[in-house]
């Protein structure tokens, strides 16, 4: 089955900086990778989503990147702001029935 | 629009009890997931239904546990009889088709004494 990993764990950066989530998997046959931000007391919100057909993907100061040869995905956050304070998690899955892989998540904390 | 709505949103009982959570998926969604999240083992898939028919069900940790979906609209996850070490926050999530991004709903935080 497939296994997704994700780094860091916790990511604390100053407001008005990037910040970069890196999470890799393992089954090569996955092609849907989803971000997801989960605040306190929340459901995961879907942010942002790639298909293995694109490399990359940017939503205003979101960006996904995507390299499948080396099978990783990259959250990109610029211009941080406090409210982007949340935990993150990553995602994958394939056709074969959209069960998706979460990784172990990033709580990220942005310092004002 | 609505989002996914689930309930009750915390729910606190006795080992050995029967506990009933509920989920009603965003409307015209046909695909509905179950998930649980812990510390300890993050966010897992126990179940999903397309067109209220369960797909897959191998994240099911035991007997214990049964889903159902009776119609669009319910959906409902059902532990008995219930253990300590079912405590968690279970999210159910729907999805327009299979391959379409899940929207998720707010949870129900589970604690069993």
């Known amino acids: 089955g497939e296994n997704v990993e994700q780094h860091p764990s916790t990511l604390s950066v100053q407001e008005g900086d990037s910040a970069v989530i890196k999470c890799t998997y393992s089954?090569?046959?996955?092609?849907?990778f989803p971000w997801y931000k989960q605040e306190l007391g929340k459901g995961p919100q879907l942010i942002i989503d790639?298909?293995?057909?694109?490399g990359e993907k940017k939503d205003q100061r979101i960006a996904v990147t995507l390299n499948k040869t080396a099978k990783h995905f990259s959250l990109h956050i610029t211009e941080t702001q406090p409210e982007d304070s949340a935990v993150y998690f990553c995602?994958?899955?394939?056709?074969?029935?959209?069960?998706?892989?979460f990784g172990g998540g990033t709580r990220l904390m942005v310092k004002p | 629009d609505a989002g996914v709505i689930q309930s009750p949103r915390h729910e606190v009982t006795e080992m050995g009890q029967e506990v009933t959570l509920r989920c009603k998926p965003i409307?015209?969604?046909?695909?509905l997931f179950w998930y649980r999240q812990t510390m300890m083992r993050g966010l897992e898939l126990l179940i999903y239904f397309n067109n209220n028919v369960p797909i897959d069900d191998s994240g099911m940790p035991e007997d214990r546990f049964s889903a159902k979906m009776p119609n669009a609209s319910f959906s409902t996850l059902k532990i008995q009889p219930s253990e300590p070490r079912d405590s968690a926050v279970y999210f159910c999530a729907s999805s327009l088709a299979q391959n379409q991004p899940q929207h998720f709903g707010d949870g129900t935080r589970l604690s069993i004494l």
């Open positions: 995602a994958a899955s394939n056709n074969a029935g959209n069960m998706l892989t």
């Open positions: 089954d090569s046959a996955s092609n849907y």
């Open positions: 790639i298909r293995s057909n694109v």
């Open positions: 409307s015209g969604h046909n695909s």
